[in-house]
C-alpha cells in the first residue's frame, strides 16, 4: 500500500534487494534501495565509486568480489559497510532482546538499517530488512566464543 520507504538487504544473487525492490517501486518510486555489505566486499565500494578495499570476512551469503547479473549497483541509493564484529554482536543482540535465531547476513543486515535510521533526517520511515538465514546453521561458529576468538579476535572489544 505504499508505506515501505527504505529496504534494505545484502546481496547474495541480488534476488532479495532487486526482485523486492522493484516490486516497491513499482507501488511507491521513491522508495530507497540499501544495501547492507560485509566490510571486505568489493559490492559496496563499486557502488559508491571508490577504490575497493577487499579482505576476508567471516559473514556468509552476502558480499563478494563479483557483480551479479540482475543487480544494477545505480538503481541502489546509498551502501553501509558492517563489520564482522557489529554484525555478530548484532546478530546476538537479536536472539537475546528479540528471540530471533538469525545468522551472522541478518545480523549485518539489521545492522546496516539501525545506522541508516540513525543517520538519517527523516523520520517516521517504515524500514523493511529482510533477513535472509537462520542461526542455527551456526552453533559452531559465530555463536562460539572459541571459534569466535579465532576468527573475529575484535568482537570483544564491542
Known sequence: DGKVDVLVAGIGTGGTLFGAGKFLRECKPSVKLVLADPEGSLLADWQAGSEPSPHSYVIE????DFIP???????????????D??????????VRKEAL??????GLI???????????????????????????????????????????????DL
Open 61 to 64: 551469503g552476502i558480499g563478494g
Open 101 to 106: 535465531l538469525v545468522g551472522g547476513s541478518a
Open 85 to 94: 564484529a557489529l554484525a555478530i554482536s548484532t546478530t546476538r543482540e537479536l
Open 110 to 156: 539489521v545492522a546496516a538499517a539501525i545506522q541508516y535510521c540513525e543517520q538519517s533526517d527523516e523520520e517516521d520511515l517504515t524500514v523493511v530488512a529482510i533477513l535472509p538465514s537462520t542461526g542455527s546453521l551456526y552453533t559452531k561458529t559465530i555463536f562460539d566464543d572459541e571459534w569466535l576468538s579465532h576468527r573475529v579476535p575484535t568482537f570483544f
Open 69 to 83: 547479473g540482475i543487480v544494477d549497483l545505480n538503481s541502489i541509493d546509498r551502501s553501509i559497510k558492517i563489520s
